[in-house]
Each structure stands twice: as C-alpha cells, then as structure tokens.
C-alpha cells in the first residue's frame, strides 16, 4: 500500500515549517486579511439562517449514519452509476488511483487533460504522476491555476492560492502567459486567465477533477464551484474522470438540500454557489462520451475503524476551519506540510498516514475550538486531536522522552496532596537563583520556548494551600 | 450556602491571590467555603497532550474528594471544561458502573466561578468597587466549552468606580493553550503579539479573565515588552470593596 498525502511524508514538522512562514510578513498579511474577509461573509450568511444549528446537526446525524454503512452507500452508487452509463473504478491506494487514471487518459491517446480543482488528486500527487507519463495537467481553476503556474503548493483547501495578493499573481502571469504589459486589477487578471483557458478548454478533450457528494440513490456526482470553469470542464470533454474519496457518499439526492445550505455558506459566505452541477452518468448528445469515477481509501478506513476519531471522514472540505483558527492564520497552510492544511488537516493527514509521520501536527493547536464552533457538520476537531495526541503519546513516542518522564512525575505527585505539598515547597526554594526583581526572565531546557517571548512571574512565597492551613485551622 | 472550593493546581502554587480573594467575597456574601486538602489537579495538563492514562487517578482523586459537597467552586474555567467535556467519557471508559454514576452526580453540582455567582446564586451586584479602567480577556473555554456568554461581564458592570472597555477580537486565543505555548513556541508568540495590541489599544491598566492561565501567559508578554499593563483575575476585583481600597 502506498498511502500518500500530498508530500507529507517528506515534509517537515509543523514547528520547523512555521518559522519561516512566520518571518514572512507580506504572506502573513495576505493570510489575516483573505481569512478575516471570508470569516466575516460567512459569519452573515450563517448568521441570517434561523435552522442554522439544526442544519448542522442534520448534517452531522447524515454523515455519521453513512459512514455507519458505507459500504452499502457505495455498492448502491456504483450500481446506480453503472445503470447511468458511467463506469467506477476502486482504488486501494495513492498509486493505485493514478495509475487508473493514467489508463484511461492513455486509452483517448490524450497528451494533456484538464484539470477540475480537486483535493483528492493533490493528495495522491497525480500532477506528478501525469507529467512523468508524458501528460500535461491544465489547472482550470483560477487559484490552482496561479498555484501551477507559480510552481507553487495550495495553502487552502478552498482559496488555494490565498497567500498571495494580487500583485504577485500579476508577476506570476506576467512571466508565465507572457503578457509584460498585464495591469493588476481584477478584471485584468481574470481576463488574463480566461484567455488563457477558453484555447485550452475548447482543445483538449479530457477532464479530471473531483466530488463535493457522491449521490448513492441516483450515482449523480455533484460538483460546486464559483468560477464556471468547472462547468467547462464537465460539459465541453470527451472524457471525464472524477476521483473522490470513498466518504464523499451521500445516501439521497434529497441530502443535498442540508448540504447545499451549509457548504457555500461555511466555505465562501456565499448562499449558493455560481455553479451547483450534478453529472449521471452519460446523455446522447450532451456533455462526455464516457464517465468514469475513481473511489478513493487512501487510509481512510483506517479512520472509520477508530471510533474517536471516525468522525474526521465527515467533513466536507468547506475550509471555514481554516479561517477560523488563530493558529492557521499566524502560519498558513504550508505549516501544516500537506494537502489538507488547518485544524482539518491537523487531524487528517496522520491519520491517513497511520501516525508514523506528521506526528508534530496534532499539537499544532491551542484547542481554542473555534474550529469546532464552525464546522458545518459538527466535527469535534479538539476532541480528535487530543485523541490523536494519545495515539503520539502510547504509540510512537519513546516512553523514556524527557517529557514523558517529566509528565510521569508531575502526575506522581499530583497522585497526593502530601506530595503536591513537598513540591509545592520544594519550588518556591528551587526558582531562587532564576529569579530576578520577582520575575523568571529565562527557563531552562525545552521550558525556554516560553521565556523567549513571555517572562513568568515569581512563584508567591505562601501557595494558597499554605495561606489556608494557617488561617482555616478548624476547616478541613 | 457551603461552599466547596476546587482552586486549581496552578492558582494553588502561582496565584493565591485569586483563592484568597474568592473566600473573601463568598465569605462576605454569607456563604461558608470549604477547601478539601485531599485536593490537586483536575488531569487537564495531562489529558490534552495526550497522557490520558496519566489524567485517570487525578479524575478519580477529584470526585473522591469532592462527591459530598454541596457545590463545587473551581476559578478556572478550562478545568471545569475539562471535566464536563472529558470526565463523563474517561469514567465510561473505565468500565466501573460506580465512577461513571459518581462522575454524572457530581458533574450538575460543579461551578466556574462566575457561573455560580449569577446562575446559582443569582448574584450580579457583589458591592464590589474598584476604580481602575478594565478590559475582560473571555478565555476560549470560558466562551466555546462553558458558553459563559456575558456573564462575567454582568458582573463586572456592576462594580463600582470601574471603567469597563471592550476587547476587540475577544473571542480570538491568547494563544496559551497549555503545553502548545512551549511545544509550538513561536506560533503561540506570534498569537500572543495580537492579542497584546489588542489589550493595549484599550488604554485599559488592567486586563480581567476567568482563567489566570491566559492571564499567565498575556502578563508574561506584555512584562517582557515593558508595557505596565496588570492581570487580575475577576475574583480580586468582585472582592475589592471601597473600604479595603480607602485602608
């Protein structure tokens, strides 16, 4: 099995990645001000809903019931989907869904494809798997397609190119497109981008993108974006392939009323997107020949075997985690060394890589829970990373870290108050020679991460505990 | 009403102040406290970084000293968060019928401070006084896991002589988060930096919370930078009154 996120494995930990990024002035202003302008559009159209919460229960309540019975979900999509005219193909792996798609772009003999924005083929490295074959990807979507061109890595899952602003996307299509006398203002760089795709979207007859819901009931495949573009890609090629993760199922197309509401809203403030398609399988006359879906694990029963932390396969890649976390907007999403970025991706990339790798990206949270406070179909993303933080702590991590026996004999102490009593006395007397004018000013070993930015006051001559036996002599 | 506190291990050693002032003001609103010695850490530190196994006697030791009170006080809102979010599970988890039962009975009787004031007590105005300009740090548990709303700023209005100002972006993190400000150093920097400019954009000389970790680490910060800024939790200003001032 090669399961692979994106680069993740060769990635570095969080804490490494983050302090270059966080020197990087120009991206962290770029980061604040796209997350704080769609936090605020999507605090007003959350806001404006009365069913809000019921919304995001009923979300919640669907997902978990389909992950209850996966597999039945999918035999009936596939079913449906066959009777549609459309084909399905499993893929165990990474390797094994790009080298399905590989197959079928080489059967239409076909020397580029179009590419719908997709998750799913960021995280299996399918770019890199069609450029080695000889195939040229054309990103479509306008983010992606700045990320492409820029040779650069998404940072969002739904904004993908918002670390920069517009002045380094006009460098970018400056150089790329050669187009010198390119202006910088919206309507010149979306002008830019559509001349540069309208030749592509009308020459090549191949598209490869993605899934928001896969609809058991009737084997539709339900596609949401803002551009158009995606649209071109389903209507105007021979061949469409789409790759979704096997949690992307949904039992009836009635599901996607809840869906629809929540995921606009919570992924760009939007009340709906400009585009909302549903493809089934093949129609004479209109839009691809041949329909092919590619269903993904990758790891992902891996997760729906982990109880506490099965929950993670409902998400609906809205990013509003993204925009909501104080920690995503300090670093942006090249921290988190992945495909998935934010507190979504904090709890989803080691799991879909079985913990050995991206152990560091659990604790990379404060568990504020903004994130949770969020989501549309309520996963508790504090409560899985803590969980997940249990599987670093039994499972990967050496029992005889300096941590771990230091949380060993704080915990031994906390066992008795007689103990806690000893220690309490033991600290006021140690801090003497770190103390200075009632301030610790530098802490030794791995405590100096605080002290580098913060001094830590004086423990108090008298702890509480002290002050009340002194004066509470007939209490308890 | 007699009063059980639970202080918290680290306003216990770092903040005695807190505790000294919370058995003032219950004492001076007719109410007895109580302080169970047998008393140490609610397993927070432990259970969020993923010593589980670790949290589970300091949970035990907590519902053994404490299920016979009559209400549980406890100045520290992310260790009551702890326990209502964490505890039911941890004790489900250990398969023992009497822990479970004796976690659900003692879950309704244990109060964040202020939520015992207001919603047990039914108390707003404390006659407390303190005139000082303030602001009030809402911590992220008091906020997202307790959803204290505006309690503590009900009461802190109806203190005497104060000059209340918002916070801006109240509802961000300090970026504290327990072991994350050490294990992610310079991220939880980066979040303390906003949070700081926001405390000193307020003109405010004293920053209030609930939870003195925050105040632990937004001290800290603004100590290091020189800015003279104070951290009080919200229990010495309510116990401040005009003839302890004037003394």
Known sequence: MTIRVGDSVKAPSFQKAALPLLNDAQLRKNVRHATEVIQRKRDMVAGELPDWQALREAAAAIKRKTLRHLDEYLEQFEAACLAAGGHV???????????????????????????????????????????????????????????????????????????????????????????????????????????????????VKTAIGGANFLIAETGGVCIVESEGNGRMCLTLPETLILMAGVEKVIPRFQDLEVFLQLLPRSATGERMNPYNSIWTGVHAGDGPRSFHVVLIDNGRTGILADEEARQTLQCIRCGACLNACPVYRQTGGHAYGSTYGGPIGAILTPQLQNMEHAQSLPYASSLCGACYEVCPVKINIPEVLIHLRGRVVREQQSPLKPEALGMKAVAAVFRSHRRLEAAQRLAQMAQAPLVKDGWIHRLPGELSAWTAARDLQAIPKQSFRQWWKETHRDGE | ???????????????????????????????????????????????????????????????????????????????????????????????????????????????????????????????????????????????????????????LRKVRGIDLVELPHADRCCGFGGTFAVKNGDVSAAMLAEKMRDVEDTGAEVCAAVDNSCLMHIHGGLHQQGVGIRTVHLAEILASTEEETAR
């Open chain 2, 1 to 155: 009403m007699r009063i059980s506190l639970f202080i918290a291990c680290y306003n216990d050693l770092l903040f005695p102040e807190t505790g000294k002032s919370l058995v003032r003001l219950m004492e001076r609103l007719g109410h007895t406290v109580a302080f169970p010695r047998e008393q140490t850490c609610c397993g927070q530190m432990h259970y969020n970084t993923g010593y589980q196994r670790e949290a589970m006697p300091l949970m035990r030791q907590f519902v053994e000293t404490f299920q016979d009170a009559e209400v549980v006080c406890i100045p520290s809102s992310s260790c009551v968060a702890m326990m209502r979010d964490h505890y039911p599970k941890m004790a489900a988890s250990t398969g023992d019928a009497r822990l479970v039962d004796a976690v659900n009975a003692l879950l309704p009787r244990v109060f964040e401070f202020s939520e015992l004031l207001v919603n047990k007590l039914g108390v707003e105005d404390v006659g407390a006084y303190y005139p000082h300009r303030v602001t009030y740090h809402a911590s992220c548990h008091s906020l997202r896991s307790l959803q204290l709303g505006d309690l503590p700023l009900r009461l």
């Open chain 1, 89 to 203: 193909h499993w893929a165990r792996d990474a390797e094994e869904a790009n080298r399905l798609v590989l197959e079928l772009v080489r059967q239409q003999n076909a020397h580029e494809v179009l590419k719908i924005k997709t998750m799913t083929a960021d995280e299996t490295g399918l770019n890199r798997a069609l450029e080695q074959a000889g195939i040229r990807p054309h990103e479509t979507d306008l983010a992606e397609l700045i990320v492409q061109l820029g040779e650069d890595r998404p940072s969002h899952i739904v904004v993908p190119a918002l670390h920069k602003n517009r002045s380094q996307v006009r460098e970018i299509f400056r150089e790329k497109m050669q187009r010198p006398e390119l202006g910088e203002s919206p309507q010149d760089l979306t002008e830019a981008a559509r001349q540069y795709l309208r030749e592509k979207f009308l020459r």
